[in-house]
């Protein structure tokens, strides 16, 4: 089972910038996703689609339907450039992340 | 505080050995899945390995299936990954992860919630 996510995408501060996910059937499972600035290990942002873990700020937020998950951060910030994967669990790769999406905030 | 912290990593040639440790503490070791995942140098993230809470049930990725082995010790609060036969794909940092899982809707999740550090592994000669 594969994730396939665009290898970057840029925004500007303040804007509202989508990163999807895509796979067979995604909707039909559930979607995480994980942030990771350079030289830290990743952190939990979004799981079971669409849930944000406590310290996680409400301008994270998630969807997920169809093939494709979308994790949607709204009002941008410079804080959150770094690289965002998506996660899913499939009975045939059991863990499967996704490539990466590597966000900029110009 | 819920933490998990990685050991053991180093420098091996290849063909040789390496055991990697996970220390946990401020959270219930034994009620917890838990995961190995790892970040070649400038790539993304792999998951290696999964067990379950008593270790009865274990996963791995393909391309470390026969060579590596995970294990956990409750008694002790402690993962560990068994590396044998290593290879220079194997170069990479490997991060300790403590994953929630269960089913919900009729559907089944698995996410990591806690991550380690990590801890270095290069496979060189």
């Known amino acids: 089972y594969e994730l396939t996510q665009p290898p970057s995408v840029s925004v500007s501060p303040g804007q509202t910038t989508s990163i999807t996910c895509s796979g067979d059937k995604l909707g039909k499972k559930f979607a995480s996703w994980y942030q990771q600035k350079p030289g830290q290990s990743p952190v939990l942002v979004i799981y079971q689609d669409n849930k944000r873990p406590p310290g996680i700020p409400e301008r994270f937020s998630g969807s997920n339907s169809g093939n494709t998950a979308t994790l949607t951060i709204s009002g941008t910030q410079a804080m959150d450039e770094a690289d965002y994967y998506c996660q899913a669990w499939d009975s045939s790769t059991v863990v499967v992340f996704g490539g990466g999406t590597k966000l900029t905030v110009l | 505080e819920v933490q998990v912290v990685e050991s053991g990593g180093g420098l091996v040639q290849p063909g040789g050995s390496l055991r990697l440790s996970c220390a946990a503490s401020g959270f219930t070791f034994s009620s917890y899945w838990m995961s190995w995942v790892r970040q070649a140098p400038g790539k993304g993230l792999e998951w290696v390995a999964n067990?379950?809470?008593?270790?009865?049930?274990?996963y791995y990725v393909d391309s470390v299936k026969g060579r590596f082995t995970i294990s956990r010790d409750n008694a002790k609060n402690s993962l560990y990954l068994q590396m044998n036969s290593l290879r220079a794909g194997d170069t990479a940092v490997y991060y300790c992860?403590?994953?929630?899982?269960?089913?919900?809707?009729?559907?089944?999740?698995?996410?990591?919630?806690?991550w380690g550090k990590g801890t270095t592994v290069t496979v060189s000669s």
């Open positions: 067990i379950k809470q008593d270790g009865s049930e274990k």
């Open positions: 992860a403590r994953a929630k899982e269960g089913q919900l809707a009729a559907y089944y999740y698995y996410y990591m919630d806690v």
